[in-house]
């Protein structure tokens, strides 16, 4: 039959191609496949139904071989992840995120203030004794009052400390309070609520990208010792502008 | 011209230590008319109160910065000319630049001796 020829040889070619490459494409063979039947109902219906159980098969067992390990891969990592989870939570207890948060860093920040306090009371201390010595001084001529006012000229430069030392730890007690509230952030997240405040923390991440630099972004505080620019450098900075 | 002895200079800083330090070595240079400020706001009081003639001042202050300060100052037009002097641990180049294009006559980091603050003196105003 010279006009049945087409119609299986179109059928049977995208089928082959639907297995190996296109299993999307076998729906649309089959359907066409139902559709060309009826011209030949019983036979092109019974070869075009085997070759879409084969496509099915084939498909099915591709899919179940494929998803099968995957899923099973999937399964492992959220039990690793959960189980993550526990232990963190379990670290985070041991750990008295409430103690740190109600003890520790107060008392620290406590501390801190102390020796603040104690610094500028000492250097005022030693500024009355240099203002004093000034006082003398003022009576006096000579080398005796020049070695004098070198001396306590060198007294007022040290005496600066104070002030670098002030700036550093109110950055360490800054520090500490954003501590603080990242551990609010963890018990909230991880604490079981009898001994956590259970207050979210409200301080947003910052992003690293800064389009504009902000008159915030310039208060960094003292550099330390090794990254801070020199006087000289500063110079030389302020007079490219020149 | 001569640098007038006698005019009164501004320091500003939230540490009275450091307050205290440049009274002492602004004095130590025979500047004995010194005003004080705590922060950039009572140092703007300050300055439209009083017969200033130059600024020192410190950065990092609450509620109003050294910079904001010196903006203050130089888009007055009563005092746009001060002499403006930073005074501060804030060492980064962006710092220095920010200071530059608000204005600034010098900058001076902290620590600081006695021979930089003369020296930045002098830069400002002249050999005195």
């Known amino acids: 039959m010279p006009a049945a020829k087409p119609k299986i040889k179109s059928v049977r070619k995208p089928a082959k191609k639907a297995v190996t490459k296109k299993p999307a494409a076998s729906k649309a063979t089959v359907s066409k496949a139902v559709k060309t039947s009826s011209s030949k109902p019983v036979k092109a219906g019974t070869i075009k139904a085997r070759k879409a159980a084969v496509v099915v098969g084939k498909v099915m067992k591709s899919v179940q071989g494929k998803a099968a390990p995957k899923t099973s891969v999937l399964f492992a990592e959220l039990e690793a992840l959960a189980k993550y989870i526990q232990d963190a939570k379990k670290e985070i207890s041991a750990l008295s995120p409430d103690e740190v948060k109600d003890d520790f860093l107060p008392t620290a920040s406590d501390e801190l203030d102390a020796i603040i306090g104690a610094t500028a009371d000492a250097t005022n201390v030693i500024m009355d004794s240099t203002e004093l010595v000034e006082e003398v001084m003022a009576g006096l001529d000579g080398d005796a009052a020049q070695k004098l006012m070198t001396a306590t000229t060198q007294i007022y430069e040290a005496c600066g400390f104070q002030d670098i030392t002030g700036q550093r730890i109110t950055k360490v007690v800054s520090t500490l309070k954003s501590i603080e509230e990242k551990v609010d952030g963890l018990l909230a997240v991880f604490g079981d609520g009898a001994n956590s405040t259970q207050k979210k923390s409200t301080k947003k991440t910052k992003t690293k990208i800064k389009k504009e630099i902000t008159d915030e972004d310039l208060l960094n505080g003292p550099q330390s010792t090794d990254k801070a620019k020199s006087q000289a450098e500063i110079d030389a900075l302020l007079a490219s502008f020149d | ?128």
Request: a negative charge; charged letters at 25%.
């Open chain 2, 1 to 128: 011209m001569a640098v007038d002895m006698n005019m009164s200079v501004l320091i500003v800083d939230d540490y009275k230590t450091m307050l205290r330090i440049l009274r002492n070595l602004l004095k130590q240079l025979n500047f004995n008319n010194i005003e004080e400020a705590t922060d950039g706001s009572m140092a703007l009081d300050v300055l439209r109160s009083n017969n200033i003639g130059m600024v020192i001042s410190d950065w990092n202050m609450e509620p109003m910065t050294g910079i904001q300060l010196l903006r203050e100052v130089r888009g007055d037009d009563k005092l746009k000319h001060l002499p403006f002097i930073m005074i501060t641990a804030e060492s980064k180049s962006e710092n220095v630049i920010a200071a530059k294009e608000a204005g600034v006559s010098n900058y001076i980091v902290k620590p600081f001796n006695a021979e930089t603050l003369k020296s930045k003196l002098v830069s400002v105003l002249g050999e005195f």
